[in-house]
């Protein structure tokens, strides 16, 4: 069974720094791509960030110049380090992944971690 786990929430004062991982296992033939997607009380679940194999990322405007996804030396695990974050920021985040198994590719999501900015 493929499970993504996410680590690295918490509470942040505004301007302050986290770093979101997320690190997936099971029986996973590979992992088309990457991504951070976050959902706030009362609104839709929104993309962050996205990184491809290859280095291709994509970012919401909200998050440029700000956030960074990468993927680790493993080619199981991402990271989004986020800098001067602002309360609006504050949302549960999501690692989701397309990963390709025996069954064809399927997009998997992780539980999520909290991350509050305020102070």
């Known amino acids: 069974q493929v499970r993504l786990m996410e680590s690295g929430g918490g509470l942040v004062q505004p301007g302050g720094s986290l770093r979101l991982s997320c690190v997936a296992s099971?029986?996973?033939?590979?992992?088309?791509?990457m991504g951070w997607y976050r959902q706030a009380p009362g609104v839709q679940r929104e993309l962050v960030a996205r990184?491809?194999?290859?280095?291709?990322?994509n970012y919401a405007d909200s998050v440029k110049d700000r956030f960074i996804i990468s993927r680790g030396n493993a080619a199981n695990t991402a990271y989004l380090q986020m800098n001067s974050l602002k309360p609006e920021d504050t949302a549960v985040y999501y690692c989701?992944?397309?990963?390709?198994?025996?069954?064809?590719?399927?997009?998997?999501w992780g539980q999520g971690a909290q991350v509050t900015v305020s102070s």
């Open positions: 989701a992944a397309d990963i390709i198994t025996a069954r064809g590719l399927n997009t998997y």
């Open positions: 099971g029986p996973i033939s590979s992992i088309r791509s």
């Open positions: 990184i491809g194999s290859g280095v291709t990322t």
